[in-house]
């Protein structure tokens, strides 16, 4: 089971950016973001069930919005009214068949 991620980049602060995740299989129980900023340590971002339940973290809730697209097994980020401490390296992650698979990271970088 392989996840690419895509979708990073430079934005200013105020700006959207899409990040996507795209699964080599089907059939995932759960689908996360996770990120890690420069010195920092990785931390969950938000999360979806395949029920389609969503839990983020209180730093991105309302600017955040986690999806899927099961018929791609895709899992989305939109991320509005960025701010540069969203600056991080993002990473998904995938939860199916009992285990937990990552997927490379994504850069995103928010400028003042």
């Known amino acids: 089971v392989q996840l690419q991620a895509s979708g990073g980049g430079l934005v200013q602060a105020g700006g959207s950016l899409k990040l996507s995740c795209t699964a080599s299989g089907s059939g995932f129980n759960m689908m996360s973001w996770y990120r890690q900023a420069p010195g920092k340590q990785r931390e969950l971002v938000a999360i979806?069930?395949?029920?389609?339940?969503?839990e983020y973290v209180d730093s991105v809730k309302g600017r955040f919005t986690i999806s899927t697209d099961n018929a791609k097994n895709t899992v989305y980020l939109q991320m509005d009214s960025l701010k540069p401490e969203d600056t991080a390296v993002y990473y998904c992650r995938g939860f199916y068949s009992g285990n937990w698979y990552w997927g490379q990271g994504t850069e995103v970088t928010v400028s003042s």
């Open positions: 979806i069930s395949n029920l389609g339940s969503t």
